[in-house]
């Protein structure tokens, strides 16, 4: 429960404790730091960014309102690489397109310590907090600050082995369908593309993948799921093979290329 979580990382009370010793007192200054954050928590500011934390893929990372907040259909999507290439032996390189906190990067560098990872966002302050929780986890990882979308920046970029993303797929229309956590603090640029386009990064994705996608290699992305058979179809038009695969509620969210 979002109490449990506010009580164990500020006071650093689990709920154990509480229950053993519930008449238990705090002083003036733990009872200021809980009354912050159950206001912060009534304006409906995301428990992440109140406590500054969050969870993913069993590893605490740094958050805050210039990245957005990992969730659990991410996770599977790492799970999916990792799955995908737990008998790899020799070197290989991947790229993570829009990085943010840095959380596929930094999961990928901890369960597949061979690899070469690089990791490119257009904004810096998300790069800075990407680049903190790699010191934190002590994962290398090469981070640069690019402009995905242009592609006169692609050049500055080699061929890999696995191109990942997570990126903007939010039509923009769908913005009154999301609660308050989401569209008055996150930011907005790493969820939102336009209407008329919303399948705008995967085709630049799907590209860039043809002159540096290594033989063999692979493009692994986080789908809308009202767009996976689109989204396919786009990737069809330049690869030989597109599987989609759905999360654990049966939503298409996931989609491979060969």
Request: aromatic share 10%.
């Amino acid at each position: 429960m979002v109490t449990d979580w506010v009580f164990e990382y500020l006071l650093q009370l689990k709920k154990a404790d509480v229950v053993k010793d519930p008449d238990q007192k705090i002083n003036k200054l733990s009872q200021q730091k809980i009354d912050k954050a159950l206001a912060q928590l009534l304006e409906h500011k995301p428990i992440q960014y109140v406590l500054g934390e969050a969870w993913f893929y069993k590893m605490q990372f740094k958050v805050n309102k210039q990245v957005l907040i990992p969730r659990p259909e991410t996770e599977e999507l790492v799970e999916w690489i990792i799955t995908d290439y737990k008998l790899q032996i020799a070197d290989f390189s991947i790229l993570d397109i829009g990085t943010g906190s840095g959380c596929i990067a930094v999961s990928l560098k901890k369960n597949i310590p061979s690899a070469n990872i690089t990791a490119v966002d257009i904004s810096t302050p998300a790069l800075n907090i990407a680049k903190e929780n790699a010191a934190t986890h002590n994962a290398d990882i090469n981070f640069i600050k690019l402009d995905f979308l242009d592609e006169s920046k692609w050049s500055k970029l080699p061929s890999f082995d696995i191109i990942v993303s997570n990126p903007p797929y939010i039509p923009i229309a769908e913005k009154i369908k999301l609660d308050k956590n989401v569209t008055e603090y996150e930011p907005g640029t790493a969820l939102f593309v336009p209407d008329e386009s919303p399948l705008l990064f995967y085709d630049k994705i799907a590209r860039f993948g043809k002159t540096h996608l290594n033989k063999k290699g692979k493009i692994f992305v986080e789908i809308h799921e009202d767009f996976g058979a689109a989204t396919a179809g786009l990737f069809n038009k330049f690869y030989k093979k597109v599987t989609i695969k759905k999360d654990i509620f049966g939503k298409e969210r996931m989609l491979m290329v060969t």
